[in-house]
């Protein structure tokens, strides 16, 4: 139970970091980036690859990603929403721009998996289980990033004028608020959040191209089941999705997880679609 409970912990603070990558562009914008799992996956390869099992390794990988959330949105998403594109097809133009990548990314480093050096070495024993250090170390960097997201939405000028632009962009901008620096700004934090989930999993995990369907279906389906477009909400959604896909893989088969994972989806959606820690009273459908 020791080693459910870990692998549940670490395998969602991955999930929930993509979850509020999700959560931060659709709510300032009302388009889910399907292309999430290409980026966290090219995070964690080149983390593998290019950069060096420290702090300064991480946050090169979480600048390089954050440049190519950007260069997603200019490509895929600015020029559409000037042209009226609706956000589904917007959406699925972000799975175009992770594709390419993807394609790129082969260019450049072999399609076999990947994995980190820990970022922190040993083991701990707990009830005569035995798991890494470096489990704990991937909740807590989580669990930092997601508070100091929380923090600076609720807590400076930048997220206050975010938090405008979400609810109604045109009047924030007739209030002076310059969405178009916001609209950079949720991008780029958007991008680092999934270059920490790559990292994060890379070195709990091997990483591969193979890897990012997976990755982006589990963090949508813990952006949903949380509540989408609540950034606060993502982790209890991540725990939620986590919890259903290790249970499968540890004691059933992991043929199931991804399949059982869709199976608690539609349930959510059918019976809180507003997300399983929304205020049914206050949300609106999913």
Known sequence: MTQFVVTTLSNAAVYALIAVSLNVIYRSSGILNFGAGHIAVIAGIFYVNQATPSVLGVLGTMAVTALLSLVGYAVAVWWG????????????????????????????????GFSAAPLLQGSVSIGGTTFARARILVVVLAVIFILGVLAFVDRTMVGNAFEATAADSELASLYGVRTGVIAVVTWVLA??????????????????QASALPLVIFGIAAAVVGGLGSISKAAGGALAVAAVQTGFVQFVSPRYSVSMVFLLLFVVLAWRPAGLFANPRKAERV
């Open 191 to 208: 991008g680092a959040a999934l270059g920490l989930a790559g990292v994060l999993q890379s070195s709990i995990a091997a990483v591969s």
């Open 81 to 112: 929403q000037r042209r009226g594109i609706n956000h589904v097809a917007l959406s699925l133009s972000l799975l175009g721009v992770g594709l390419v990548l993807e394609f790129l990314a082969g260019e450049i480093w072999a399609k076999e």
